[in-house]
């Protein structure tokens, strides 16, 4: 990581792409990446009115992802989600990877257990000049941090 002044550069928001299987897809946002831990309150006899607290079940936030609409975007991720569509969700570990300036792996977070939840097709609007944004979120069962 490169360093300023003696301390390290923070990693920019801005450069990442996901790996699925082998595909890598880039995305114009990634949003939702998170973690609560959910805390269960309990008293212990004797202990009076002091309250403890223990950790509970995890809960993973939904992944959102968006990206500009392109004619050739990989067939892949179309088929992962028709399977949850049909009912059948395949569960897969992608890989949200952040990369330096220099387009080279700084960090990654691999989501397990995987699989999309939905789909939004691009605004349409004949007057306007935007790009055509679909978005596609993602449910999983863990992260880990790489």
Known sequence: MPELSGQPEPIRGYNFRLDVDGYTGYFTRCSGLGARIQSIAYREGGAGPQIRRLAGPVDYA???????????????????????????????TPSVI?????????????????????????????????VAIETLTLVYEKIERG
């Open 98 to 130: 952040l990369l330096d300036a220099d387009g080279r792996e700084t960090m990654r977070f691999n989501l397990f257990g995987a699989w999309p939840v939905e789909w939004r097709a691009a605004n349409l609007d004949a007057l306007g000049r935007d």
């Open 62 to 92: 939904d992944v959102t992802l968006s990206y500009g609409l392109i004619p050739s975007v990989h067939p892949s991720i179309w088929l992962w989600l028709e399977s949850a569509i049909k009912g059948s969700p395949v569960r897969k």
